[in-house]
């Protein structure tokens, strides 16, 4: 995949009745870490390897900040910081995730960045806490 399709936050836009997975992967080969997972899902399945999309955030341990009052930990976790990525199931240990999106590796350097709203867009937010 990585030699084959190039990551953006803006792919083209899907052509009515076409499957997006399908289309990602033979067409338009452009996508982010939801097409990138999508396929590689499928290709796992097709190959005999249990596999699942999983989706969730991305947040580093500097955005959790101690709130004294509440006396837990709470990071502000931006829409931006949303990902997805792959898990297979290996015997005898469980669901492992594997990290298939063109870009994204081990290091913080490899994390997004906030890009600046659109005009007519809102970012969301969701509050996450963690108890010390």
Same mark, same amino acid.
């Given at each position: 995949m990585a030699a084959n399709m190039t990551y953006t936050q803006e792919p083209p836009a899907l052509p009515r009745n076409e499957d997006p997975v399908?289309?990602?992967?033979?067409?338009?080969?452009?996508?982010y870490c939801m097409h990138y997972a999508s396929a590689a899902t499928l290709i796992l399945k097709e190959l005999g390897i249990p596999a699942r999309y999983a989706s969730g955030y991305i947040v580093r341990p500097s955005?959790?900040? &101690? #709130?004294?009052?509440a006396g837990k930990y709470i990071a502000e976790v931006e829409d931006y910081n949303?990902? @997805?990525?792959?898990?297979?199931? &290996? #015997?005898?240990?469980?669901?492992?995730?594997i990290e298939v999106t063109e870009g994204y590796g081990d290091t @913080?350097?490899?994390?997004p960045t906030k890009k600046e709203p659109e005009e007519d867009?809102?970012?969301?937010?969701?509050?996450?806490?963690?108890?010390?």
């Amino acid at each position: 995949m990585a030699a084959n399709m190039t990551y953006t936050q803006e792919p083209p836009a899907l052509p009515r009745n076409e499957d997006p997975v399908e289309y990602f992967a033979t067409e338009s080969k452009e996508g982010y870490c939801m097409h990138y997972a999508s396929a590689a899902t499928l290709i796992l399945k097709e190959l005999g390897i249990p596999a699942r999309y999983a989706s969730g955030y991305i947040v580093r341990p500097s955005d959790y900040k &101690l #709130d004294v009052n509440a006396g837990k930990y709470i990071a502000e976790v931006e829409d931006y910081n949303g990902h @997805a990525w792959v898990e297979i199931y &290996l #015997d005898d240990i469980g669901w492992v995730p594997i990290e298939v999106t063109e870009g994204y590796g081990d290091t @913080a350097s490899d994390l997004p960045t906030k890009k600046e709203p659109e005009e007519d867009s809102e970012s969301e937010s969701t509050e996450t806490e963690v108890t010390e």
